[in-house]
């Protein structure tokens, strides 16, 4: 029986991150955390802004002068757009546009300050439960995100962060306190953020600083494997703490063309895709390392180091879903002289001349969307989950308050179409969260001009403005796109 479209009970959303979006930074007890620590200069032009947005790493110069900075100037991830107190006023907007889910992360640092204290911090659990039960009282599921990029730097600092097991142990002890606080509100968890970025943004996928490394690949990869086991042993505790347990993985997908139909350009897409996406799924949902990678590895001089009881742990301790952001489609060639342009995450990515950029320069390709849906289908025949999609462009404020941003509308409507196909080809989409569906500090370039929402948010780069938030035209057209569950597209 041949779908027809959207399933009843599709999950219509929007995602922020704690780090992009609260504030309150050091209120309520919260502790400093590693993305507290991404320096921005609001002196620096357009040019170094976009170009730095995909070297924001970390150095030790960088992060001590961040810890000893309590100013939020030049840390715009401190400041964000002050959801930590005016999430009531914004949960009636998600309201409004007829949400019927909505991903957020939850900050550690508010959990635990330093993450190593044997008790939570109760202030940051009750922020939690109020902003939860606010959302409930409102008919919103929660998606909630455990770690996205932001660790307590006090792990990082004394503890060299992911690096070292002990990392593991704290989590987990933040995760069971989250388990047992909101297990029965919270109805999607994921534990890692794109876990796969920790090769393209170091300091945001593994708070690794790569200059303090010898061996920095070695390091970065031995990170990701401590979030694999992480990220089982979570499994693992929620099947003893939680009733329906919902926990999924997620990467940034890059979804990559072969730039011609050269066998040199197909077999550099079939590994970009192995490479930079597919293992890091196939650990969580298959449960083992591929094989591709074991020559990957050893090329780089790479050796990940397993302790005892890590291959059943991954086997035993799957994925129940797979979640993924998807912004544009990638092309891979051979050919080093091809045409350049930038993407999610990365300064360069090969220019499709089939297809349009946004004014950031990212690839616009809904068709793409259909095509990874039905990869991913394939693969892991898990439910899927769109856990990011979204245009982030430069847009002002209209005097008559709004925005006219048919080019978002426009994004939208061609990956909706593209969902919807892929549903009828057989697909199970269970949900879909609009990235930065209110106007969030973007995570590269730590930014407030590189604009997402549906909902506009009247600051500027430096955090001046009066905070007030506006309905853009896209938010209307969202709005019936859900009452309609997709008819009116
Ligand atoms: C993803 C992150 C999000 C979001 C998105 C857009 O990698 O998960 O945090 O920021 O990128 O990127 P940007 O904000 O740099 O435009």
């Not at 401190?78 to 009636?92: E, L, T």
């Not at 994925?319 to 002289?337: A, E, L, N, P």
């Not at 930065?436 to 009247?458: A, E, F, N, Q, W």
Request: net charge negative; proline share 3%.
């Amino acid at each position: 029986m041949v779908n027809k479209g959207f399933p009843k009970g599709f999950l219509w959303g929007g995602a922020i991150a704690c780090s992009q979006a609260d504030g309150g930074y050091r209120e309520g007890g919260k502790g400093i955390s590693t993305q507290d620590c991404r320096f921005f200069d609001p002196n620096w032009d357009e040019k170094t802004i976009y170009e730095r947005a995909y070297f924001s790493e970390m150095s030790t110069a960088g992060l001590k002068r961040a810890i000893e900075d309590e100013g939020t100037l030049n840390y715009p991830l401190r400041r964000g757009i002050d959801f930590y107190h005016k999430y009531p006023q914004d949960i009636a907007l998600f309201k409004e546009l007829g949400l019927n889910v909505f991903r957020t992360s939850i900050s550690w640092s508010r959990i635990f300050p330093n993450g190593d204290e044997q008790l939570p911090n109760g202030e940051g659990l009750k922020y939690y439960k109020d902003l939860f039960g606010e959302l409930k009282e409102n008919g919103i599921k929660i998606f909630a995100t455990i770690v996205h990029y932001d660790i307590p730097v006090n792990l990082v600092l004394n503890y060299g962060g992911w690096k070292n097991r002990k990392t593991i142990d704290f989590f987990l002890k933040y995760v069971s306190v989250l388990f047992e606080n909101f297990g029965e509100i919270v109805d999607y968890w994921l534990p890692f953020n794109e876990i796969n970025a920790a090769r393209f943004a170091t300091w945001d996928g593994v708070c690794l600083i790569k200059e303090e490394e010898e061996n920095a690949e070695q390091a970065l990869y031995q990170c990701v494997h401590h979030q694999f086991i992480a990220n089982a042993k979570v499994i693992e505790l929620s099947k003893k703490m939680l009733k329906n347990p919902m926990i999924g993985g997620m990467i940034a997908r890059f979804c990559s063309y072969p730039a011609t139909c050269r066998p040199e350009d197909f077999l550099q897409s079939v590994q970009d895709e192995q490479y930079s996406n597919y293992f890091y799924l196939d650990v969580m949902a298959r449960g083992e390392y591929p094989k591709y990678m074991d020559r990957f590895f050893e090329k780089l001089g790479v050796e990940i180091q397993f302790e005892e009881g890590d291959e059943a742990l991954l086997k035993n301790n799957t994925v129940d879903f797979v979640s993924f952001s998807y912004y544009s489609s990638q092309v891979s060639t051979s050919d080093q002289s091809w045409e350049k342009t930038c993407g999610n995450l990365v300064a360069e990515a090969n220019l499709n001349p089939y297809l349009k950029t946004n004014k950031i320069g990212w690839t616009i390709d809904g068709l793409g969307l259909r095509s990874v849906l039905n990869q991913l289908e394939d693969r892991y025949r898990l439910p899927l989950f769109v856990a990011e999609n979204g245009l982030g462009t430069f847009e002002t404020l209209e005097k008559e308050l709004t925005v006219h941003d048919d080019y978002r509308i426009s994004y939208f409507e061609e990956h909706f179409k593209a969902m919807k196909e892929a549903i009828i080809d057989g697909v199970n989409l269970i949900g879909y969260t609009a990235w930065g569906i209110i106007d969030i500090v973007s995570c590269g370039p730590l930014t407030m001009d590189k604009r997402y929402g549906v909902i506009y948010v009247d600051y500027d780069n430096r955090g001046n403005g009066t905070g007030n938030r506006y309905k853009k035209d896209s938010f209307y057209w969202y709005k019936n796109v859900i009452e309609t569950n997709g008819e009116e597209l």
